[in-house]
């Protein structure tokens, strides 16, 4: 099984999420728990920023975390500067390589963001730090230039290359082509960053480890700008169960840190969000609750244990007579399942009443007042 490395972003691009700040003291909590999940890598902010944005990443950066830590930079020796007074044994200097981006936003040309980036890169190694490259918009820009820039980042030194779906306009199979082709035509590690807009960034993120990517961005509950990033949770399992790959995760540690996330950003989880949300492994239509009786495996792709999530079973309008059955076995009140049948109609008359389950409370008080008999 191939080694996929994950680097999170949701202390620097999961923070830019409209509404959300993490105070100093958030981020040494989530870094540490980041850590304790085992990613590989956490982007922890941007220094150039100053303020409590600066005494967070140095506060981060002092706690000798196994996950190599890294700042986020524009291709500015100051900005670069601003990181290695914080500590920062790590930065990534980004700057945008399609010319959309160079000539709309910054009014520069090609050859200036290869001499600026320079700047920035000789910089960061005079002050002893190891550095990745960022290309931004790599999406949309030329590929012979975003080689250029590619091969430039490897003569500096860079330890690998970011390949950011910064409007996540990518679809997976244009991905799995790009990535290949960039992969083949430089020396560089890739690492995969991609955005959420089309709802494509966990399956993008997937196509570009088939096209060859070493590293993948994430961020936990897919935080990010506009719709957010490739999802850590999402992009942890799927990795592990729709391909020949591994990663240093702590499966189990997942929901906790979703949690951990969802409470510092005041983001809720909605309750069907993969992996994590609170009804993903609950089940109420009849024909997947007998299927899931007799094994689990016929409706779920995974173990709801890997994660440390629970199965569960409730009564709605969809329910057969199998689930009623079963349920009531559990709760104690057992049943035949013809009688389970006569049952059936009451629960669902008051599922629909309730407009949407029954639970064992309401259960009881439905069977006094209609059990056969």
């Known amino acids: 099984m191939r080694r996929v490395y994950l680097n999170d972003t949701t202390l620097r691009d999961g923070e830019q999420t409209p509404g959300v700040a993490f105070s100093a003291q958030r981020k040494v909590r989530l870094a540490m728990l980041l850590d304790e999940a085992g990613v590989d890598g956490i982007e922890v902010g941007t220094p150039a920023m100053g303020g409590q944005e600066r005494d967070a990443v140095e506060a981060v950066c002092a706690l000798g975390l196994k996950a190599r830590v890294s700042t986020w930079n524009r291709s500015l020796a100051a900005d670069v500067r601003a990181s290695l007074d914080c500590g920062a044994r790590q930065v990534h ?27 920035a890169a000789l910089c960061a190694r005079e002050g002893g730090a190891a550095f990745t490259a960022g290309a931004e918009d790599a999406s949309r820009a030329d590929e012979a230039f975003l080689l250029e820039f590619a091969q430039c980042a490897a003569v500096l030194g860079a330890e690998r ?15 799995w082509r790009r990535i290949r082709r960039l992969c083949r035509g430089q020396p560089l590690p890739v690492e995969i960053h ?11 993120s997937l196509a570009a480890v088939r096209g060859g990517a070493a590293w993948v961005s994430v961020t936990v509950n897919g935080l990010g700008e506009r ?41 809720a989880l909605p309750p069907g969000k993969p992996v994590v949300g609170t009804q993903v492994f609950t089940h109420e239509a009849g024909i997947h609750v007998d299927g899931i009786l007799r094994d689990p495996a016929n409706y779920e792709p995974f173990d709801p244990a890997e994660v440390g999530g629970t199965r569960r079973l409730v009564l709605g309008k969809h329910t ?6 079963h349920i009531l076995d559990q709760a104690g009140m057992s049943v035949s399942r013809e009688e389970a049948r006569e049952l059936l109609p009451l629960v669902r008359e008051g599922a629909i009443r309730a407009g949407g389950s029954v639970d064992l409370a309401q259960l009881r008080a439905l069977l006094s007042s209609g059990r056969p008999g």
């Open 161 to 175: 290359l970011r390949y950011a779906d910064t409007v996540g306009v990518l679809e997976p199979l244009g991905t």
């Open 93 to 119: 200097i980004a700057l945008p390589v399609s010319d959309r981006q160079l000539e709309r936003k910054l009014g520069k040309s090609r050859s200036w963001a290869l001499g600026a980036f320079t700047e």
């Open 320 to 325: 057969g007579s199998a689930a009623l059955a």
């Open 194 to 204: 991609t955005h959420n807009d089309f709802g494509l960034a966990t399956a993008n």
């Open 227 to 267: 719709a957010g990033n490739a999802a850590l949770e999402e992009v942890a399992l799927a990795l592990r169960h729709l391909g020949p790959y591994r990663t240093g995760m702590d499966l189990l540690l997942l929901r906790c840190l979703a949690r951990a996330v969802a409470r510092a950003s005041r983001r």
